[in-house]
Structure formats: C-alpha cells, structure tokens
C-alpha cells in the first residue's frame, strides 16, 4: 500500500500491479496532514510504502522527477525481486 498527500504518487502507483495508492485527504483521513507526514516519517508532497504485515518498507523523502520507476524500483526491493 502507497500513502501519500500527493495525487501525482497515487496516478503513478495505480499503473504499477500489486500496488494499492491511497491520497492522504481523498482517500483517507488524518485530522491533519502534518500529522500523517510527522507519523509517518515524510516530508510533504512525499510517499510510503507499506507492506502487508504493515511494515514501512519505503519512504520517498521528496516528489521524484519519474514517480512510476521510483515506485516500481521500490516495490522490486521490498519483495526482494530484481527490477
């Protein structure tokens, strides 16, 4: 699972198979987003990946020029397969 407060991250981990995005704010709830940013360990405009087990597996400490590898790379590392 992806969450982020940038819809930019969200269109870019719905093309990748395996991957659910959910935007901070559309998506799901936090009474503020400097509260998801500040638990989560991210900057704003930033993603994190989180493994089924809900494990942080990832974090994007800023918006990447290419959103889609950086997640698919991401993703590869997580379930330890080469990209």
Known sequence: MLLTTEPRWC???DRIEGVRAYCVGR???FSTAELFTQK???SPGAATL???DGV???RAEETAAELTPAVSAAMHRAAARPA
């Open 40 to 42: 989560f360990g991210v």
């Open 50 to 52: 989180i493994r089924p």
């Open 27 to 29: 998506d799901m709830m």
């Open 11 to 13: 269109k870019s981990a």
């Open 56 to 58: 942080v597996c990832w």
